[in-house]
């Protein structure tokens, strides 16, 4: 067998791809990869993987890692040495923020980079700079769901894990392409309704591969999610479905929640959404009957004007149902990176430390001050600017420096026109990476970073998994883990931490956060894991609200809704909407996807999904060329036709191109948490010559 001959080796690692988590055995030989191997050990995914994390590595040893920091000089980037660059980063962040203040500066952490990683990005933004502006790319995708959750039940977090999903009784997909988004939950979801009849109900504007496999799915028009949710709230009152004993003991404000769903008729719902009511009232009896419910929301929700309420909407229907505290219940917003669960609760959030407590929670502040050792004074009360806000920020010539940690921003935010030019203005860029991304080509100092096989650390999956991975190969060339260039740059700004491995930051955060408490490097060893909240004793909680809500009576609450318009809809010029998301072979941006050989071959480029309706109306074949045009600007696209999409739905991938699909969407965002509204997308089409 292979794994006898000399040299080779085999090391335990969590996936770089999706939240699900996935662990594994890497075999390599010198800095070879051979192959992945799970193990029935993997705590999340058993012996499954898929084809991203099994195959999509050869980004590892790409020529095209950066290897080596670089400073941009006369509009040139040049070669550095370690100390000349971080020099040059600590002077010029202290320099902006002595001349500017502390709100000057703004940090992005990576959801890519461990949880120690992000730790010490908000240690420096929050201690050294004196700022909470440092976000992470949560913004972009399940901030939304966040807020849905923590107005209603309190945690921002899935409420159990995927052996929940596994037993429910009916599981509901919203807004969630789990077959391509979350390959290895969508295969336990097959099995279940394979071995034991489980049903599946699924509300998208789009037939993908799990609609194909629902016992019931229904196509909702755009933005209209929060009416169906909440019509059938009101059929499960009207109808004698709502778990009254389960309302009474848990929940508050059961009244007035109620009579907030006078509007929320079967008819109201049928005329907005575009769903019959008989497949309405047939989703209500499925969801209303069963013993155990989970409801699985993905971007198909919060990437929308008003997904933070949509997505309490989502909560408020478990509530009423009884769908919380109980083995195979819960609501699960689908987390996209590997560690953008891990991100936030390691605090890189703009208003919160590690552990979601409030910046502006004094307790917090004297709590989080002595645990770092200063004085709370140190430490600002002020909530900081999230992601979208320091772009604006510094369009707005408020943000003069920004330091971004792993994050393609300059692709991936909405409408990236204004954000390249936000860019341009400002005084110092920094970008930590592994390429030399879209977004590092603005940066005034690109800093060479390790990819998580070469360092060692933990990651936080969709479940709340805490989960250590190893280090596989040595650093590339010069470059180095994220946690060693942020500890010596740290050092340089005066705050010299000592830090010589991940577990010491590990243990430095569970001393102060009590979500935390009992996270510790032995109590991950190998293949075992922990989901917060982990108490001091080690006692971890795979399912939350078993014993009440946290909350101050140990409740939790229904929270009143009213539906409003999307801030960007079709009109008689830009008739189409404009889905997007990703393909099963390709991450964001592909920046690592694309640089693996085969996955590129098998999608090596973009196209653009239309109806059969459309494709007969237009005289439009797969491979002719059409034009797309939003209210910001136009790219060209050759077309697939399928019935996937429906009518004037049109839908494109996020993967490829230079500006890509963020050319297209618009600055508008949810009001609450300033998610950006990707998925409302106004947009025109015609048909080219070309083919
Ligand atoms: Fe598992 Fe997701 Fe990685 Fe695929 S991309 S192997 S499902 S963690």
Redesign the pocket.
């Known amino acids: 067998a292979a794994w006898r001959q000399p040299g080779i080796k085999r090391t335990k690692t969590v996936?770089?791809?999706?939240?699900?988590?996935?662990s594994f055995e890497m075999w390599t030989q010198d800095r070879k990869i051979l192959k992945v191997q799970p193990t029935p050990d993997a705590p999340a995914?058993g012996i499954?993987?898929?084809?991203?994390?099994?195959f999509a590595w050869d980004f590892v040893n790409s020529e095209k890692r950066l290897t080596t920091p670089l400073i941009r000089e006369n509009g040139q980037f040049r070669e550095a040495s370690w100390d000349e660059a971080l020099d040059l980063v600590a002077r010029r962040l202290m320099n902006v923020r002595d001349i500017h203040g502390p709100q000057s500066v703004g940090f992005i952490g990576s959801s890519k980079a461990s949880n120690e990683e992000a730790y010490l990005t908000q240690k420096i933004a929050r201690l050294i700079i004196g700022t909470n502006s440092v976000d992470n790319s949560s913004r972009y995708c399940q901030n939304p769901a966040t807020k849905g959750l923590t107005r209603t039940v309190g945690y921002g977090g899935d409420a159990g894990t995927i052996k929940d999903i596994e037993q429910a009784e009916v599981v509901v997909l919203v807004g969630s392409n789990t077959a391509e988004n979350?390959?290895?939950?969508a295969s336990r979801i097959k099995s279940s309704q394979k071995l034991h009849g489980q049903k599946l109900v699924v509300f998208d504007p789009r037939k993908h591969e799990m609609a194909e496999r629902a016992n019931l799915f229904m196509r909702p028009n755009a933005s209209t999610d929060l009416i169906w949710a909440s019509a059938l709230s009101r059929y499960m009152f009207d109808n004698d479905l709502a778990d009254y004993e389960f309302l009474e003991r848990w929940v508050n404000n059961i009244d007035e929640y109620r009579e907030s769903l006078a509007p929320f008729t079967l008819d109201f719902a049928e005329q907005k959404t575009g769903i019959p009511k008989q497949q309405l009232i047939e989703a209500a009896e499925l969801i209303g009957r069963a013993k155990s419910v989970c409801l699985l929301w993905a971007m198909g929700i919060t990437q929308h004007s008003h997904g933070s309420d949509t997505s309490t909407a989502l909560s408020n229907l478990l509530l009423v149902t009884g769908n919380y505290g109980k083995p195979g219940t819960g609501g699960y917003p689908m987390r996209g990176h590997?560690n953008v669960q891990g991100a936030s609760d390691f605090g890189c959030l703009r208003n919160m430390y590690p552990g979601y407590e409030k910046v502006t929670d004094e307790d917090a502040r004297k709590r989080w001050a002595k645990g770092w050792g200063v004085k709370p004074e140190q430490l600002s009360l002020e909530e900081g600017w999230g992601n979208f806000l320091m772009v604006q920020a510094a369009a707005d010539d408020k943000l003069k420096a920004m330091y971004i940690i792993g994050e393609e921003t300059a692709f991936s935010d909405a409408n990236t026109h204004n954000v390249h030019s936000a860019f341009e203005s400002l005084d110092f860029m920094v970008v930590q990476d592994i390429f030399l991304s879209r977004t590092a080509e603005f940066a005034d100092v690109v800093l060479p970073a390790c990819p998580s096989v070469e360092k060692d650390g933990t990651f936080v999956?969709t479940e709340r998994r805490i989960q250590r991975f190893y280090q596989v190969l040595e650093p590339l060339g010069d470059s180095r883990p994220d946690w060693r260039i942020l500890k010596d740059l740290a050092a340089r700004m005066g705050h010299d931490w000592g830090y010589t491995h991940p577990s010491e930051i590990m243990a430095e955060c569970a001393s102060i956060s009590p979500l935390f408490a009992g996270v510790s490097y032995e109590r991950l060893e190998g293949w075992k894991s922990l989901l917060w909240p982990v108490a001091a004793d080690g006692t971890d909680t795979p399912l939350l609200y078993t014993d009440g809500f946290p909350t101050d009576d140990g409740k939790a609450s229904l929270f009143v809704l009213e539906w409003q318009e999307p801030l960007e809809a079709a009109d008689d010029e830009y008739d189409f909407m404009l889905d997007n998301g990703r393909l099963l072979e390709h991450?964001q941006g592909s920046n690592q996807t694309g640089r693996s050989q085969g996955i590129w071959d098998q999608v090596p480029g973009s196209f653009v999904e239309v109806s059969p309706e459309l494709a007969a109306e237009r005289n439009i074949q797969d491979g002719t060329w059409v034009r797309i045009t939003s209210r910001r600007d136009s790219h060209e696209f050759p077309a697939l036709v399928t019935d996937r999409v429906a009518g004037k739905t049109l839908y494109l991938p996020i993967h490829f191109g230079k500006p890509g699909v963020n050319g297209l969407t618009g600055e508008h965002t949810d009001p609450v948490v300033h998610t950006p509204a990707y998925k409302e997308t106004a947009v025109k089409l015609k048909v080219l010559d070309k083919r």
Request: charged share 10%.
């Open positions: 996936c770089t791809y999706c939240g699900v988590g996935c995914n499954s993987t898929c084809i991203k994390g099994k979350h390959p290895v939950i590997n999956n991450f």
